[in-house]
């Protein structure tokens, strides 16, 4: 579950997982952003007490992770590692055969430094299939008629719509939480009606999506994070 912790001087986006076997509430602060971890019956309102309680904490990791220098690139993808799937962990595992559990990502690789393509491919893969149930559903909501859904794989862009009716999205999307990619879908579609970004654009995107500030923060957040999937 993703969320917003709002501050006076702005948001902090973090994400909610809950864990069976823990009995305290945990904090995590790694490429994705913040995740808190709650026991399994806590309830929501315990995340933002934890969060205002260790709120310098977290500011001062947050603020420390987004300084540190990227010159040498994310180290390479090791098994073990954790990559996002619709906005929670999966741990990287090999097996003979790629397959997504609650835990894990087997990935079908024979060695570590083949993680990095299966991972591409695997994602492309999910990708494909997922944009093609989700931009029908939203474009049936929204009355509208995309000519074409295609992939992309641009480095500065969630998503794109041409004058043609050619809906693109980034594979990486997939590595957000849902609510996020439906809220790009549902941005890329309202372009079929404006193509710009005046107020009655934005008016189509809230009527579908009236969070739509709140997955936009995120990807701002966490976006740069999302875009190196592939350049491990």
């Given at each position: 579950?993703?969320?917003?912790?709002?501050?006076?001087?702005?948001?902090?986006?973090?994400?909610?997982?809950?864990?069976?076997?823990?009995?305290?509430?945990?904090?995590?602060?790694?490429?994705?952003?913040?995740?808190?971890?709650?026991?399994?019956?806590?309830?929501?309102?315990?995340?933002?007490?934890?969060?205002?309680?260790?709120?310098?904490?977290?500011?001062?990791k947050l603020a420390q992770r987004a300084a540190q220098p990227s010159a040498l690139g994310p180290a390479p993808w090791r098994w073990?590692?954790?990559?996002?799937?619709?906005?929670?962990?999966r741990r990287l595992q090999p097996a003979s055969r790629t397959r997504l559990t609650e835990a894990e990502l087997y990935l079908a690789?024979?060695?570590?430094?083949?993680?990095?393509?299966?991972?591409?491919?695997?994602?492309?893969?999910?990708?494909?299939?997922?944009?093609?149930?989700?931009?029908?559903?939203?474009?049936a909501r929204m009355g509208l008629q995309p000519q074409r859904i295609l992939l992309t794989s641009a480095r500065t862009r969630w998503?794109?719509?041409?004058?043609?009716?050619?809906?693109?999205?980034?594979?990486?999307?997939?590595?957000?939480?849902?609510?996020?990619?439906?809220?790009?879908?549902?941005?890329?579609?309202?372009?079929?009606?404006?193509?710009?970004?005046?107020?009655?654009?934005?008016?189509?995107?809230?009527?579908?999506?009236?969070?739509?500030?709140?997955?936009?923060?995120?990807?701002?957040?966490?976006?740069?994070?999302?875009?190196?999937?592939?350049?491990?």
């Amino acid at each position: 579950m993703q969320a917003i912790f709002r501050l006076p001087q702005g948001e902090i986006p973090y994400q909610v997982s809950r864990s069976a076997r823990r009995r305290s509430i945990g904090l995590k602060i790694d490429a994705g952003g913040l995740t808190v971890i709650l026991p399994a019956r806590a309830p929501l309102a315990e995340a933002e007490r934890v969060i205002q309680l260790k709120l310098t904490w977290i500011q001062t990791k947050l603020a420390q992770r987004a300084a540190q220098p990227s010159a040498l690139g994310p180290a390479p993808w090791r098994w073990g590692d954790e990559v996002r799937w619709l906005g929670a962990p999966r741990r990287l595992q090999p097996a003979s055969r790629t397959r997504l559990t609650e835990a894990e990502l087997y990935l079908a690789a024979a060695r570590e430094d083949l993680l990095t393509p299966a991972l591409v491919r695997f994602y492309q893969r999910s990708a494909r299939a997922y944009f093609a149930e989700r931009v029908p559903f939203w474009a049936a909501r929204m009355g509208l008629q995309p000519q074409r859904i295609l992939l992309t794989s641009a480095r500065t862009r969630w998503g794109s719509c041409t004058s043609q009716g050619a809906i693109r999205l980034n594979w990486r999307l997939l590595q957000a939480p849902a609510a996020v990619i439906d809220y790009v879908i549902i941005h890329e579609l309202a372009h079929l009606r404006e193509m710009n970004h005046s107020a009655q654009f934005w008016a189509q995107v809230a009527q579908a999506c009236p969070d739509w500030r709140q997955y936009r923060a995120w990807l701002k957040t966490h976006g740069q994070a999302l875009m190196v999937l592939d350049q491990r």
